[in-house]
Each structure stands twice: as structure tokens, then as C-alpha cells.
């Protein structure tokens, strides 16, 4: 296999480093755990991604892809799609469940959809129609809007449309014409008031409808989305609306359109116990409707399928404690279990696997603009005479701390700086005296945590003791727009350098986004230490770029991002990665210019532009600028309103 060389910075193995190795990197980053096997780390300390065709892989680093974006114009930050990255899952998916099909000589088939609100991007959705043509894969569609995608988008007419949620009578007809068309396009009723305008709507028009329900399962799942599930459940049939659904199918003499039953434990569902009796309770209610009469032979079984943002393959919130295999053997061993002895006819199985198709595919990538650096200055030899009195103290506790009184030092070190503080503001103490005391108080917590390395004994009062003294990396994005799940539900993604990982990452940080909101940061990391509130980065080198990777971020990161502070979409640009090793460019958005979110929030940009040049001409009127000055002034305000709304480091 040829590797194609990354561009920048050359492909040199500096040897002058310590004995820190790229496997050292590989594990700390935890790359193994979380990357399903599509990335890794090559030789020379650049984090690729990689594909198998046939017997041979393919890598690309990240690095190379990045030059190749700036050679384009495109800049930082921006989120890269790996396009194959993303049928491979789809084939994953297809394959697995082909393999217990097989297994258990299960006398059905699966056919998966794609639920497009997890990304609903074009290019993601294109992209699954087209490769997922061949394996029948469909869509779900939850809204209006999402059935207008799949009915445009959708390249194969066996592959069916899933319509969940609320349904009005537009809605309705469009999932009639589509059925009418041939596609199997299937409204699953989420209340018992959908079903009179359905029957209603497909009578006048004379088209039969294709029916599910969606039941509320009793199962209650682990994981952050349990709330949903359980009778607790906002969405689906209570048990009486379904016996009301069936009486009147049965009545207006339609109990034949009922052919599916739907059931959605809920997202990222870490425990494979759940989706065990999950399957089994739709099951039930599965055979329950054939006894009442109606055909079936669809069971959906919705989304749920966990992606392992830790690594730790436990049933942790952010993980799971299965594979992909391990989930469709147990769908599809479940599913004969409970039928065979009833002698009920496989279903075909459908589920709506959004997170686990598209979560790797997409990485945030991104530069650091700046980094501060909370390690204290030298302190003097002796402290200034006229220093307060809790500086002394202060100026004590640092010429005392030994590794028996640690403990001690830290709760008085931390006193004694909130008392000057206190000071400060009441006008008893100086601004210097504050500078000696942060300053001091700083010393001696790096004291501390010198000496806490040396021992195993833990210390529950000092673990914030790392995020107080770690560094802050300042990221050219917004958390907001790009990751709202960090700060919506706590989600924790792999975040880790794409190069120099053949040196050693020196300095404990935590990453700050340029929202200048203390909300826009990224202090959870997973590492091999377990959940941590800081990461370890490389120092940064004068003159060269450090760039940072955020992964597994394909899936609902894109469109629940808001614009706050303005800043809006990123670039986005897709690759596809060929056999030689080689990529091409398939694809590239340029994010939001600053008239773009502007006019999001209702402002007319020929306005503002004509606002300001009256000022500037005010300006020239009062002989504050000259003319010449008013015409660089326009320039610059409009190039502005044309300009990307992260950190640029050219002018255009
Ligand atoms: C959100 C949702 C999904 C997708 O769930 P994932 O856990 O992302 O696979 C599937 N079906 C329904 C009904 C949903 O609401």
C-alpha cells in the first residue's frame, strides 16, 4: 500500500522529540475506541482517515485535506464529510442485518430508512439515496417538508417512506400521490384524530392508503433520552386509542391498510437490554393486531442505535455496550422468538437508524487562534514591603507546602486569595496587591498539583485542582452553531489534534470557542484517564498553524445550531476517497458571509450600507476624514458584510 504524502507540514519524523510515540497519541485520544476502525495515526504523527477497498486501505490525513481546502479559498473552520465514510455506514448497517437474516434464516427482509431530521443537509441526503439505492434504503420523513425531500430525492421505488408526526391534509395528499405512484409510502398515526382526515382525504381522492401505528412501548430505556420513553411517552398510541384506531378501521371496512406498527425506544440507547425488550414488547403488539385481524407485515422499530462517542463500550449515556452485529441479532432473534410459536409470518423489518449512519462521516475542524496560559509568572525574591498583610499570609502558605499538608495549603491558599479579592473590591487593597495574590495563590496550586502526581491516594477536594490551572485554547468556532449538544445536553464527541501526534501533548487545556460566552467551551474530554474536565494539546509553535479535530459530529449537530453572536454556518466541504489513496473535492458550500446572517435576523444590508456612508459623508462634511479616507471606509465595510463570520486572518 502507498501512502500519498500530506503536504503540510512535510512528512518529516522529527527524532529530536522525547520518546513520545504515535501509539502513545493512538491511546490517549482513545482513536481506537470511538473510530469504528476509520481513523488512525500515521508515522508521522497525522491523524488519518481511512477506507478499505477489497483487501487494501486507503488513508488520507486530515492535514492534507485541510491544504487542500486552503488552496480552494476555504477557510477554517469547516466541517469535512468523508461522502464514502458515509455508505460505508449505510452498508454497515445493511450488511449486519443481512448476516442475522441469514443467521436465523429469517424468511423476511430488512429495509432500513434514513430519518432525514438527523441530517437534512442535500448532499447527506443525495448521497444515502443514491448508494443506498441498491440495499432499498429509505426515508422518514417527520414533517411536510421532510416528505417533499424524500419524494424528490428518493432514486429507488421499492425502498419505502416512513411519515411520522403530526399530518394535515397537505401532507396527507402528497403521501397519497406518492402511493398512488407506486412508492410504498406509509402514514403512521401518532393519534387516533390523524385517522378521520386520512380516510376522509384518501376517499375523496380514491387512492388507499398505507397505514401504521405508532405505540407508546412501556419499556423504559437508560440513557439521556429516557424521558420519552415509557407511558410517559408524548408520541404514539396509549393502548385504548389503539383498540379505538382498529374499531374504526374495522367499521369503514380499511383494517387491510393496516400493515405496520411502529415503535421508537428513544436516541442513543447504550444498553442493549432495552433494545431486547423493546423488540419484544412490539412484537406483542405486533401478534395483537393480526388477532385482531389486520394483515401487517411491516414492524418498524424505529431509531435508538448508539454510536460510542466515549470509547468505553459500556452502558454509559455517550456509549453503548454492543456492536452493530450484537444489535440485528438481537432485533431479529427477538422477533422469532416471540412469532415462530404463534406460527406468524416474518415481518419485514424497517429501522430508522439516523445517529449511527451519519454520526462519522462529519468532523468539525478548526484552528486555534490563541491560548492563555494560567502558569504564574516567577515569583520575586521577597515580597514588597508594603504588601497587604493576606499577602504575607499568602506568601507563607507557598513557603510551606510539602507533601504531607497539601490539602491544608490548598483550602488556605484559596482563602486567603478570596479575602483579597473581597478587599479589592472595597477599595483595602491594591490592584498589585490582587496581581501578587492570583499570582502566588497560582504558584503554589502548580505545587500542588506537582505533588499530587507523586501520590495514589485520591483527593475528591482537589479535583478541579487540573481545570483551575489548565490552559484556555481558543477555537475559530461557535459552539452554538456547530456543536449545540455539548451545551444543550452535556454530549461529550472525540476532540483531539490532527497532527503533530508524534510529539507529546504537553499542557493541560480546555477549549474556548470565540462566542465569548462562558457557556462556549468544551470542558469534557474522554480519554484513558475517563471522563476528565481538561485534555492535553501541544504547545503552540510561533508562525505555524495548530489545528483541532471534533468527530462524530454528523449527526443533529448541523441544523439544531443557532446563530448566536452571529456567527453562522461554517464551510462545508465533502470528499471522496479513492483506492489509490487519492481524494477528490466532490463537494463545497461556502458558509454564511455577515449579509447573510444578517439578513437572517431581518436587517437589510442596502440599508446599513447606505446608513454608514452617510456618516463617513457626515465625517468628510465635518472635516473629520477625508474623501479618499471616505472610499477605503466603503471598501472596508463592504468586504466586511461579504466576509466569512469566523476569525479570518487575510483581508479580501
Ligand atoms: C429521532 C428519531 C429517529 C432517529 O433516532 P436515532 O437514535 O438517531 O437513530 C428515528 N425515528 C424517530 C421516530 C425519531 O423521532
Not at 83 to 107: C, P
Not at 282 to 292: K, P
Request: hydrophobic letters at 35%; aromatic letters at 10%; a negative charge.
Amino acid at each position: 500500500m502507498v501512502l500519498k504524502p500530506p503536504s503540510v507540514p512535510p512528512e518529516v519524523i522529527q527524532t529530536t522529540d522525547t520518546a513520545w510515540s504515535v501509539e502513545q497519541s493512538s491511546e490517549f485520544y482513545g482513536v481506537n475506541d470511538w473510530g469504528e476502525g476509520y481513523f488512525d495515526i500515521s508515522p508521522a504523527g497525522n491523524l488519518v482517515t481511512q477506507l478499505t477497498f477489497g483487501d487494501k486501505i486507503s488513508q488520507v490525513a486530515l492535514l492534507d485535506i485541510i491544504q487542500g481546502m486552503k488552496d480552494r479559498g476555504i477557510e477554517m473552520p469547516s466541517i469535512l464529510r468523508i461522502e464514502n465514510l458515509l455508505d460505508e455506514r449505510v452498508s454497515a448497517l445493511n450488511e449486519a442485518f443481512k448476516r442475522a437474516i441469514q443467521t436465523y434464516r429469517y424468511q423476511n427482509d430488512y429495509r432500513g430508512v434514513f430519518p432525514i431530521k438527523v441530517n437534512q443537509q442535500c448532499h447527506v441526503i443525495e448521497e444515502i439515496s443514491d448508494f443506498g439505492a441498491s440495499y432499498h434504503y429509505g426515508f422518514e420523513a417527520g414533517s411536510k417538508a421532510e416528505l417533499i425531500i424524500a419524494l424528490s430525492k428518493l432514486k429507488d421505488d421499492q425502498s419505502l417512506i416512513i411519515c411520522n408526526g403530526y399530518k394535515d391534509p397537505e401532507f396527507i395528499e402528497l403521501g397519497l400521490y406518492a402511493k398512488e405512484m407506486g412508492l410504498k409510502c406509509f402514514f403512521v398515526l401518532e393519534t387516533p384524530s390523524e385517522l378521520p382526515i386520512i380516510l376522509e382525504i384518501s376517499q375523496r381522492r380514491g387512492i388507499e392508503p398505507l397505514l401504521g401505528v405508532r405505540i407508546r412501548p412501556t419499556v423504559v430505556v437508560d440513557g439521556h433520552w429516557n424521558e420519552g420513553s415509557g407511558d410517559r411517552s408524548i408520541f404514539g398510541l396509549s393502548t385504548s386509542s389503539l383498540i379505538k384506531v382498529v374499531e374504526e378501521l374495522k367499521q369503514s371496512g380499511m383494517l387491510h391498510c393496516l400493515q405496520l406498527l411502529h415503535c421508537h425506544l428513544g436516541s442513543q440507547i447504550p444498553n442493549i437490554r432495552n433494545i431486547r425488550s423493546g423488540t419484544l414488547e412490539a412484537c406483542r403488539f405486533y401478534s395483537g393486531l393480526i388477532e385482531e385481524g389486520a394483515p401487517m407485515g411491516f414492524l418498524d422499530l424505529g431509531g435508538g442505535l448508539a454510536v460510542d462517542y466515549e470509547g468505553t463500550r459500556s452502558n454509559h449515556h455517550h456509549s453503548m455496550n454492543y456492536q452493530l452485529d450484537e444489535y440485528c441479532v438481537n432485533i431479529v432473534e427477538t422477533i422469532c422468538e416471540c412469532l415462530d410459536p404463534l406460527e406468524i409470518p416474518h415481518p419485514v423489518i424497517i429501522s430508522e437508524s439516523g445517529r449511527s449512519t451519519v454520526a462519522y462521516s462529519s468532523m468539525l475542524l478548526f484552528n486555534v487562534l490563541d491560548v492563555r496560559d494560567h502558569r504564574p509568572v516567577p515569583l520575586p525574591a521577597t515580597l514588597p514591603e508594603k504588601c497587604h498583610e493576606l499577602v504575607h499570609n499568602l506568601w507563607q502558605v507557598n513557603q510551606v507546602v510539602t507533601s504531607t499538608n497539601f490539602q491544608e495549603c490548598y483550602n488556605d491558599v484559596l482563602f486567603y486569595r478570596d479575602e483579597v479579592r473581597e478587599l479589592f473590591r472595597h477599595g483595602q487593597a491594591t490592584l498589585s496587591d490582587r496581581a501578587i495574590a492570583d499570582n502566588i495563590t497560582l504558584a503554589v496550586l502548580e505545587k500542588i498539583a506537582a505533588l499530587l502526581k507523586t501520590t495514589d491516594k485520591s483527593y475528591p477536594a482537589l479535583d478541579n485542582l487540573p481545570e483551575m490551572l489548565a490552559d484556555t485554547y481558543y477555537g475559530n468556532f461557535s459552539l452554538f452553531q456547530s456543536l449545540p449538544d455539548i451545551w444543550a445536553i452535556d454530549q461529550v464527541f472525540p476532540v483531539m489534534p490532527i497532527h503533530r501526534l508524534h510529539e507529546e501533548p504537553d499542557r493541560d487545556a480546555l477549549i474556548a470557542d470565540i462566542t465569548c460566552d462562558c457557556d462556549g467551551k468544551i470542558d469534557h474530554f474522554f480519554n484513558a484517564q475517563g471522563l476528565q474536565r481538561t485534555t492535553r494539546l501541544h504547545s503552540m509553535k510561533e508562525g505555524e498553524e495548530y489545528y483541532l479535530g471534533v468527530f462524530l459530529v454528523g449527526a443533529y449537530q448541523e441544523t439544531l445550531g443557532d446563530l448566536h453572536n452571529l456567527f453562522g454556518d461554517t464551510n462545508v466541504v465533502s470528499v471522496h476517497i479513492n483506492a489509490d489513496g487519492s481524494y477528490d473535492f466532490v463537494r463545497e458550500f461556502h458558509g454564511d458571509s455577515i449579509a447573510d446572517v444578517l439578513s437572517y435576523v431581518e436587517y437589510d444590508v442596502r440599508t446599513m450600507t447606505e446608513e454608514f456612508r452617510q456618516r463617513a459623508e457626515r465625517a468628510v462634511k465635518a472635516g473629520k476624514i477625508s474623501a479618499a479616507r471616505r472610499k477605503e471606509m466603503m471598501k472596508a465595510f463592504k468586504a466586511s458584510l461579504d466576509g466569512y463570520t469566523y476569525f479570518e486572518k487575510e483581508q479580501h
